[in-house]
């Protein structure tokens, strides 16, 4: 079993940053691909970045240039740096894991393990 517990969301104002950060525990968390995943209200959930165990990512076209995965394996704690950010980003924010593997995918239905999400509102 792996725990994935999401912060850093908020209410922030157009043009800002937020940094996201899901910390994983229960499994061996390097060798896992990460992601992350956003939901609005009435959507599907839609990929936003994954980041496989050796450190390579993928990031969605639409937040391409705005948005960094990263991770911390000795924290064993993924990060989501969210730059110039606007109200179309508003959503809650997922962190989802794959244990065992050494490749990673953008759909959702991969992924085994989801945090609870966190709420990001952002305001014109």
């Known amino acids: 079993q792996v725990q994935l517990v999401e912060s850093g969301g908020g209410l922030v104002q157009a043009g800002a940053s937020l940094r996201l950060s899901c910390a994983a525990s229960?499994?061996?968390?390097?060798?896992?691909?990460m992601a992350w995943f956003r939901q609005i209200p009435g959507r599907e959930r839609e990929f936003l970045a994954y980041?496989?165990?050796?450190?390579?990512?993928l990031h969605a076209n639409s937040v391409k240039g705005r948005f960094t995965i990263s991770k911390d394996n000795t924290k064993s704690t993924v990060f989501l740096q969210m730059n110039s950010l606007t109200p179309e980003d508003t959503a809650v924010y997922y962190c989802?894991?794959?244990?065992?593997?050494?490749?990673?995918?953008?759909?959702?239905?991969?992924?085994?393990?989801w945090g609870q999400g966190t709420q990001v509102t952002v305001s014109s």
């Open positions: 989802a894991c794959k244990t065992g593997t050494t490749v990673g995918s953008t759909g959702k239905s991969w992924y085994r393990y």
């Open positions: 980041i496989i165990f050796g450190g390579s990512t």
């Open positions: 229960g499994r061996t968390f390097s060798r896992a691909t």
